[in-house]
């Protein structure tokens, strides 16, 4: 990541995980990926970094940083290993922030320490199967019996779920209020009737786990309420406006990992007595997917400096989350066509940032999700 006006503490941060992905990340990514499992050691590595816990309050174990900061750690997760970025955002800026941000003092002091320090793993369940990019469409209940909540329904392509220590689950109170009847929830690990069905068979982020969540009566003590009832919706789609700016950070390292792919054997290889390398239609599709990447870049970095000083961000990061997902498919397509034939095959390693970018345009707001927010924003700035 060139330096883009970064402070000294950030262009630290920025070495060290860069180095972390370098000599751990990169290294395992292939073998994570076939193995489709959940990579303690990755998970372990990023907590001792510090990773796990960034932005949050100190006096919750927490290590110093805003938006920023995580889009610097994402991108550079991201260029390691796409999986491990996706478990860390799931973990830190959805499930973890949505605790910080709406819970009380008690369930700070008590939910956050050991997810901040990465002892234990956060998941954040929202999506249903038949309600995604319409969240307020859930049908998942909450019904209030004895003093407590019963959750029943089902989740659908929860990150980290399997793993997790809690959960935020965002269920209704009453359907027929819509949105205004959805609350939040904190459901801990071996909760009564919480069933865990690992999902295989993905096609990219193969090392991260996506889980379907089922709710059989499962019960959840009021001080496990997040927030105020009715709130959940609104919460959700906070976290969600936030959580872009880091989606999009993490794209930013996809297409980086991928044109430093091209880049790498476009210079070794060979073609008419010389490197590829020198062919001007190859320095051309270089040249092209350097300035994808660096423009999305500036995006994401754009947003989250206006995140970080409380100024209006809603449209950038949506923009920045459509242009840096679109373009990380886009890079990773032709990081494949400079390897031509190579590039089909494992060994290369570009399909699999091939299969892993393919998510990205789909998860936390499609981008179909985000032109009809940027649509919003603009017709609101130009009335007739």
């Known amino acids: 990541m060139p330096d883009l006006l ?11 995980v860069r ?3 370098d000599r751990e990340l990169i290294p395992r990514a292939r073998a994570v990926d076939e193995g489709e499992k959940f990579s303690w050691e990755n998970w372990q590595g990023m907590a001792r970094l510090g990773l796990t816990g960034i932005g949050l309050d100190s006096q919750y174990g927490g290590t110093p940083g805003g938006y920023r900061q995580i889009a610097i750690a994402a991108e550079e997760v991201g260029r390691g290993d796409a999986a491990a970025s996706v478990t860390l955002i799931a973990h830190l800026s959805l499930g973890t922030t949505t605790m910080h941000r709406f819970g009380n003092e008690e369930q700070k002091q008590r939910l956050i320490p050991s997810l901040a320090a990465g002892t234990g793993v956060a998941a954040w369940a929202l999506t249903e199967p038949g ?3 319409d969240a307020a469409a859930l049908q998942t209940t909450a019904t209030k019996r004895r003093g407590s909540y019963y959750l029943n329904g089902s989740k659908m392509f929860i990150t980290n779920a399997e793993v997790a220590e809690s959960m935020v689950v965002f269920a209704t109170l009453d359907r027929s209020q819509g949105y205004r009847g959805i609350s939040a929830f904190v459901v801990p690990k071996g909760a009564p009737g919480l069933i865990i069905n690992p999902m295989h068979g993905k096609m990219g982020m193969r090392g991260s786990s996506t889980c379907e969540v089922v709710f059989q009566d499962t019960p959840v003590p009021p001080e496990n309420l997040l927030g105020e009832e009715g709130r959940g919706f609104r919460y959700a789609m906070e976290i969600l406006d936030s959580s872009r700016i880091i989606i ?3 794209c930013v390292g996809i297409g980086q990992a991928a044109l430093e792919a091209a880049v790498r054997y476009a210079q070794r290889r060979q073609t008419f ?13 270089l040249a092209d997917m350097a300035a994808q990447v660096h423009a999305a870049r500036v995006c994401t970095m754009t947003a989250a400096t206006l995140k970080d000083n409380g100024l209006p961000f809603l449209n950038e990061a949506s923009i920045a989350k459509l242009i840096a997902s679109e373009m990380c498919v886009q890079v990773a397509s032709q990081a494949i066509q400079v390897h031509g034939g190579a590039g089909y095959f494992k060994e290369a390693g570009v399909e699999r940032i091939f299969r892993d970018a393919r998510a990205t345009t789909i998860y936390e707001g499609t981008s179909e999700v985000q032109r009809l927010v940027i649509a919003r924003q603009v ?3 130009y009335p007739v």
């Open 379 to 381: 017709l609101a700035q």
């Open 131 to 133: 309600s995604g990019s």
């Open 248 to 250: 999009a950070a993490q």
């Open 19 to 21: 180095d972390f992905a």
């Open 273 to 285: 007595g010389k490197p590829i390398a020198q062919h001007q239609a190859i320095q051309f599709m």
């Open 6 to 16: 970064l402070n000294e503490e950030e262009k630290m941060l920025q070495a060290l």
